[in-house]
């Protein structure tokens, strides 16, 4: 049996200014998880570094400017040709106002403890049932 390689994709929690965290909902057309709720964030371009490329992740998928705060958590999928690895990553926003991609067709943004009960892609489901819960910096 032939293993399948690994791909890196960083997602980024953003939180505002009253503590909650943007979700965007994938749209109708998209390829993968159609009507699921994801986080901001993707693949990175080839020879990119981890935090330019979410910060360009976020900014082309919100219109959203952010800062990096910490690293809260990991979580992985297993597609048909490869495994995806996910760095999930706190940010603050510190700009903009929120301006969807032609992935997404909805956002909202949702209280910490509320996030286990959005209709999340796979892959999230566990990170968000633990992260409500967790204490708030930890």
């Given amino acids: 049996m032939e293993s399948k390689p690994f791909v890196l994709s960083v997602k980024a929690l953003v939180r505002d200014a009253e503590g909650r965290y943007l979700a965007l909902r994938r749209a109708p057309g998209s390829n993968a998880n159609a009507g699921k709720w994801d986080f ?72 910490r403890e509320e996030l286990p009960k959005v209709d999340m892609v796979a892959q999230f489901r566990a990170f968000a049932t633990e992260f409500a819960v967790r204490a708030p910096g930890a």
Avoid: C
Avoid at 57 to 73: A, H, I, N, Y
Avoid at 79 to 99: D, H, M, N, Q
């Fill in 40 to 111: 901001p964030g993707g693949k990175l371009d080839e020879g990119e570094g981890l935090e330019a490329g979410l910060l360009r992740e976020v900014f082309e998928e919100t219109g959203l400017t952010v800062s990096l705060v910490r690293v809260v958590g990991a979580a992985q999928s297993d597609a048909p040709k490869r495994i995806v690895a996910y760095l999930l990553i706190e940010a603050r926003v510190e700009s903009g106002e929120v301006r969807l991609s032609d992935e997404h067709d909805e956002f909202a943004w949702t209280p």
